[in-house]
């Protein structure tokens, strides 16, 4: 079983920068994609970004290309989501989740691992 513990949330000001974190207890196979979501109270849980675990393949949703960043540190077990020019709809408890998700990154039901999440809230 994999244990996602996010953290680095906050509440910043618009145009600010924030960098959240998703750390794994374990990783049991190089195949998995680890990704974020964020979510609104009454809403969908929305695809943020993904990572291949051990390809370079990033993937990120058109609401925050060119302003967010994922990245990786495998030795750590670790993922990164670089936030930079927040705006107030950035706002959203952001969970980080992992698994085989393949072709199908961007949905939530490709993966079986969630972290519990991480509050951000951009004041405008």
């Known amino acids: 079983q994999v244990q996602l513990v996010e953290s680095g949330g906050g509440l910043v000001q618009a145009g600010e920068s924030l960098r959240l974190s998703c750390a794994a207890s374990?990783?049991?196979?190089?195949?998995?994609?680890i990704a974020w979501f964020r979510q609104r109270p009454g809403k969908e849980r929305d695809f943020v970004a993904a990572i291949g675990w051990t390809t370079s393949s990033t993937y990120y949703a058109d609401s925050v290309k060119g302003r967010f960043a994922i990245s990786r540190d495998n030795a750590n077990r670790t993922v990164y989501l670089q936030m930079r020019s927040l705006k107030p709809e950035d706002t959203a408890v952001y969970f980080c989740?992992?698994?085989?998700?393949?072709?199908?990154?961007?949905?939530?039901?490709?993966?079986?691992?969630w972290g519990q999440g991480a509050q951000v809230t951009v004041s405008s």
């Open positions: 374990t990783i049991p196979t190089s195949s998995y994609n």
């Open positions: 989740a992992a698994g085989r998700s393949g072709d199908y990154y961007s949905k939530t039901w490709a993966y079986n691992y």
